[in-house]
């Protein structure tokens, strides 16, 4: 009997399947299991979606800008007792890449830290004054 002998394994036809006395045979779902696919790079996927996350560029608003935005809060800050309302848009830094993103969001004034330069709203909004970009008193 040669290797290239299509006929090489004819005796072994007849043979009964051999079943383990010591193993119980697998289910279907077992076997399938071996065969399903795995993550060969463990966190690629989550890498790629990172990447793929968009972050914008914070804006540096010109000085005439941020006077008319230090009025508009200076206008606010005169009435924070009343706990006035405004439209409030602010710069969030990205903490795992470069950039970020702005949010709006309506809000009651609360106060103002003028040490740490930070703005606090009744609805639980810590707000660093050098973010805001636009302040629309509601």
């Not at 290239?4 to 045979?25: A, F, I, N, T």
């Not at 914070?58 to 009343?82: G, H, N, P, V, Y």
């Not at 103002?112 to 660093?128: F, Q």
């Amino acid at each position: 009997m040669n290797a290239k002998d299509p006929h090489r394994y004819d005796d072994m036809l007849e043979l009964p399947h051999h079943v383990s006395p010591r193993r119980h045979p697998m289910s279907m779902t077992e076997r399938a299991a071996q065969f399903s696919p795995f993550a060969a790079l463990s966190g690629y996927d989550a890498a790629i979606q990172e990447t793929a996350r968009l972050t914008e560029d914070e804006i540096q608003l010109s000085e005439d800008d941020r006077q008319a935005l230090d009025a508009s809060l200076q206008e606010l800050l005169s009435r924070i007792k009343e706990r006035p309302a405004a439209s409030i848009t602010w710069f969030i830094p990205d903490e795992r890449k470069k950039g970020g993103a702005y949010t709006t969001v309506t809000v009651h004034l609360r106060k103002v830290d003028p040490i740490g330069k930070i703005l606090y709203t009744a609805e639980g909004h810590t707000i660093p004054l050098a973010r805001i970009i636009s302040i629309q008193p509601e």
